[in-house]
């Protein structure tokens, strides 16, 4: 399964992505700022910034914050723990995804986050081959 998110909206608080699963668009993403680590990692905040963008290998794992299954973002560099998950805005990422709908009235939050997570959980429970994210 190949995840995509490629990033749109940027502010002084966060970013907004579009998520896209196999080609298809599914949600919204909302993550803490893009401070650009991929070309300076020295540039890191921590709680405050999005993870570099790359290609990564996503596994379904029970979350030891959460204590449910949550797709984990394996070998972010200079980061723990990275989820994708849900929560409204930069507040509640630290670095991680938050799945949701984006309105372009509040472009530092997402709705109907709940919804949106179950919905792409669904679809990775079902996957049996390799996840992979791209984030550009």
């Known amino acids: 399964m190949y995840l995509q998110v490629v990033r749109g909206v940027f502010t002084d608080k966060s ?3 579009k998520l896209f699963v196999n080609g298809t668009f599914e ?15 020295n540039k890191k905040v921590y709680g ?21 299954l949550l797709p984990h973002i394996k070998d972010v560099k200079g980061f723990t723990g990275i989820r ?9 990422s630290y670095g ?3 799945v949701g709908t984006y309105n372009e009235k509040n472009p530092d939050w997402v709705s109907g986050s709940k919804k949106a997570l179950k919905a792409l959980m669904l ?3 079902q996957e049996d081959d390799i996840i992979t994210l791209e984030i550009v």
């Open 84 to 92: 994708i998950h849900s929560g409204n805005s930069d507040k509640d």
């Open 123 to 125: 679809k990775l429970e």
């Open 48 to 68: 405050e910034t999005a993870i570099p963008r790359g290609i990564y290998t996503v596994e379904l794992s029970v979350s030891t914050r959460f204590g449910v």
């Open 15 to 17: 970013t907004i992505s």
């Open 96 to 98: 991680c995804l938050l």
């Open 27 to 41: 949600c919204s993403v909302l993550e803490d700022k893009d401070r650009y680590l991929e070309e300076d990692d």
